[in-house]
Structure formats: C-alpha cells, structure tokens
C-alpha cells in the first residue's frame, strides 16, 4: 500500500525558508515521478514542482522558480521542497504527489498517489 506522508509546515514570515519533506512507504521513489501541489481555499490545487523518476529532469511552476528547490533522498524514500524568499502568496496546503514512471506531469489529475498535506503560513 502506497503511502505518502508530508511533513515541515508551520507559521513564517515573509523572507523566510522551509523545507517541506514527503515520505514515501510501499513504492520505491526511484520508479516514480514526484511532484509538489499546493492549493489555497477555494481554489484548484496549483501545481508547483515535478521531478522525473529518472531525476534527470525537474520542472518548477512560473511563480516558484528561483526560489524553491525540489530534492529527493533515496536511501530515505524522501523528496524534499525547499522554499526561499516565501511571500504571503505562498500561503497554502501543500501536498506530494507520486505517479509511476510517468513524465513530471504539471496537471495533479495525473497523480495517482496523495498525501495528506502539510500546512505553510506566511504571515506578517
């Protein structure tokens, strides 16, 4: 049974840093593309960053490139999302998804695994 728990959430503020984890059970995270989603009340979960099973390829989303960083750690079965320069519109849920050797796909309908979601605030 695929499971995906995030974790690292909390209360910053503006300019700060956070690292967001995800840890995978039942899947090896080599055989799988791995992506970031993120999604404020009311609207649909945005897509933020995907890495390929093959980790040769790494797509951001516009509004994060240049300040966060995906990461993954095999030996641990855990990606990682590190956030720089977070603004109050970074503001949301973020979830990890998980897709079996699939192409980084930016639409979260594609995922086939979910964690629960683990809470960032950016907040004066």
């Known amino acids: 049974q695929v499971q995906l728990v995030e974790s690292g959430g909390g209360l910053v503020s503006p300019g700060d840093s956070l690292t967001l984890s995800c840890v995978a059970s039942g899947m090896n995270i080599s055989d799988y593309s791995m992506g970031w989603f993120r999604q404020r009340p009311g609207t649909e979960r945005e897509f933020v960053v995907a890495m390929k099973w093959q980790a040769e390829t790494t797509y951001y989303g516009n509004d994060v490139k240049g300040r966060f960083t995906m990461s993954r750690e095999i030996p641990k079965n855990t990606v990682y999302l590190h956030m720089n320069y977070l603004n109050v519109e970074d503001t949301a849920m973020y979830y990890c998804a998980a897709d079996p050797y699939g192409p980084a796909w ?19």
């Open 106 to 124: 930016r639409s979260p309908y594609e995922y086939d695994y979910w964690g629960q979601g683990t809470q960032v605030t950016v907040s004066t």
